[in-house]
């Protein structure tokens, strides 16, 4: 429950190794492609990176302010974490969001 979600584990024995070490960026990349890959998905679309994205997007929609959002992904500049945001839906999380049911009725 405390430290890194991703830590280094040993390959043959899949057992996390002890100690407070994190994987790097690249070894978190080869266990997203590898579940991709596993779960028929194009492994080349997902990385570490996709987790960081995924994880911005998911929040700002569950209405997260973004100094939170800022506070756990460690980034210190506000047009970063929105260049992570990856929504398709114009309405979500804008000043909009409010006026989108009048406006199909």
């Known amino acids: 429950t ?17 100690g407070d070490d994190h994987i790097d960026e690249a070894g978190i990349s ?17 990385s570490a990176h996709s987790l960081r994205a995924g994880h911005i997007t998911q929040a700002f929609r569950n209405g997260v302010p ?10 210190t500049r506000v047009e970063t974490v929105l260049r992570y945001r990856r929504e398709d839906d114009p309405f979500v999380g804008t000043s909009s969001m409010g006026i989108q049911g009048k406006l199909q009725k």
Not at 2 to 11: C, E, I, K, S
Not at 32 to 45: E, M
Not at 66 to 75: K, P, R, S
Request: glycine letters at 10%.
């Open 2 to 18: 405390d430290g890194y979600v991703f830590r280094p584990f040993d390959v043959r024995s899949r057992y996390i190794l002890p």
């Open 66 to 75: 973004i100094e939170a959002i800022m506070g756990t992904t460690g980034q």
């Open 30 to 46: 080869r266990v997203i492609k590898s579940a991709a890959r596993k779960a028929g998905l194009d492994p080349k679309k997902y």
